[in-house]
């Protein structure tokens, strides 16, 4: 294998930065020091006047996933491959058993589908029906699969959905098996009521999605999400935070010492609810996602918890449709297939807009797009740290470069873009993946299948509180 010395860049982590040359050998990093000297055959990569980083991990995405009568646009190849040109180095997929569908059976499907990734991909496991069974394998999952999270939904009426008492014991299994319960914190029960109503007053357009998921649905679910964890005593991880409410919820949790961590995504720190007041079905459906994009001063609320790590993560959810898949849903806004882009936009809008914008850090920019959420998933220091002996996933980003933002400019397999015409200062340049060059500054060297299945332990930092 060939070996890498990105040379005189400034190294930054969650803790702090440093001028020093880094060198990634046989996959892994291997020397960290000032004036390293290159042995014959190993590529130089001139880093000057750029930022060192590790690679970003993902911690919520969709790839392939068989959704609403459509199937996601990016597949584990496109998906992975537009991932690595945006400085994304691992994933965290979830995978979705049908109802009644055995889940270990499920895993053997979503592992045959990601044997095409480009990057290394781990997968959470989504709760999609509660019973014995689902109960029993879990344990296996955990133990013998490295699956270490499981997703609760309190929203989608009817399919999702689970019940209170359904999550009281899925909470309390996680609990003994030591695994990490995230929810998708909505009011599913308002949110059907809202819905039917919208239609019953001919609200059929996209305006309907946003007017039938109003913040408070998520400011109460999140609410009663931590109630629930808190009483059985077991860690939480709360999903896509896009309301004040939600993020205020989980600040006072944590203030008063219960164990939740909070995700964001770029899209609610920068885009609000008008969108789905555009005349034009395409671009107001291509927004449609859940929970929704809010009213403008969500956004500020989200930034000061960003600062104030009560939030401590970001993830994409991406989960990217087509405008003609999104079209399914031209009568009726609850047929829109639910979801938006962004694997691949993910470091440039969070720098562009926390670090060029004099928001975070670049430290607190690692952390929230890489180190922490290694950390909370277990797969720290292996993955979100720039050590010896950490796999060499590492990107270089060049602060003074722009570009624009665009689906005709994107490596995502779909023809929209929800920061279409975003002009972004700060760009990754190069990836590294284990070593291997996969964005060689513009050049996507994205080889099929080179991704490896990342099994986590149980009981990671989340259980001790280190967040
Ligand atoms: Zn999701």
Not at 140 to 165: C, N, P, Q, W
Not at 268 to 275: E, N, P, Q, R, Y
Request: net charge negative; glycine share 10%.
């Amino acid at each position: 294998m060939t070996a890498t010395l990105i040379r005189g860049g400034t190294l930054v982590t969650a803790d702090g930065r440093r001028q020093a040359d880094l060198l990634c050998r046989d996959g892994l990093i291997a020397a960290i020091a000032t004036d390293l000297e290159p042995a014959p055959g190993t590529q130089v990569i001139d880093a000057g006047g750029c930022f060192v980083m590790p690679g970003g991990v993902d911690p919520h995405t969709h790839l392939q996933l068989p959704m609403m009568g459509a199937v996601v646009a990016d597949d584990f190849y496109t998906g992975t491959a537009a991932a690595a040109a945006g400085g994304t180095t691992s994933i965290l997929d979830f995978v979705g058993p049908e109802r009644g569908q055995s889940p270990l059976e499920a895993l053997a499907v979503w592992r045959s589908r990601a044997e095409k990734a480009v990057i290394d991909y781990g997968f959470h496991m989504t709760v999609s029906w509660w019973g014995p069974r689902f109960s029993e394998e879990m344990e296996t999952l955990v133990r013998d699969h490295g699956i270490a999270s499981f997703k609760f939904f309190l929203a989608y009426k009817g399919g999702l959905m689970l019940s209170d008492e359904d999550l009281i014991a899925g909470f309390l299994r996680c609990r003994q098996l030591g695994a990490l319960p995230q929810v998708h914190a909505e009011n599913g029960e308002l949110i059907a009521y809202l819905q039917a109503k919208m239609l019953a007053e001919g609200v059929t357009s996209p305006l309907g999605h946003v007017l039938s998921r109003p913040p408070q649905c998520e400011g109460e679910a999140t609410g009663r999400a931590i109630t629930l964890a808190e009483i059985v005593d077991v860690p939480l991880y709360v999903v896509h935070v896009s309301a004040a409410e939600a993020a205020r919820a989980i600040a006072q949790a944590r203030s008063r010492g219960v164990k939740v961590i909070g995700e964001t995504l770029p899209g609610f720190l920068a885009i609000d609810d008008s969108v789905y007041r555009h005349a034009d079905f395409d671009f107001a459906a291509g927004h449609v996602m859940s929970p929704p994009y809010r009213p403008r001063e969500h956004q500020e609320v989200l930034w000061q918890a960003l600062q104030a790590a009560t939030l401590s993560t970001t993830g994409t959810d991406h989960c990217c449709f087509t405008k003609d898949q999104k079209r399914l849903g031209r009568d009726d806004f609850t047929r829109i297939p639910n979801g938006c882009g962004g694997i691949e936009d993910r470091l440039h809008v969070l720098w562009h807009l926390g670090v060029t914008g004099g928001r975070i850090s670049p430290e607190r920019f690692v952390a929230l797009t890489s180190t922490n959420a290694a950390r909370v998933f277990n797969l720290w220091p292996r993955k979100g740290a720039l050590e010896i002996g950490s796999d060499a996933d590492v990107i270089v980003l060049d602060p003074a470069r722009t570009k624009t933002l665009s689906a005709l400019a994107q490596h995502q397999n779909t023809d929209f873009s929800v920061w279409e015409g975003m002009d972004v200062q700060g760009v990754v340049v190069h990836t590294f993946s284990r070593g291997t060059h996969l964005w060689a500054d513009g050049e996507l060297r994205a080889e099929r299948g080179r991704g490896r299945y990342l099994e986590r332990a149980a009981f990671g930092p989340a259980y001790q509180g280190r967040l």
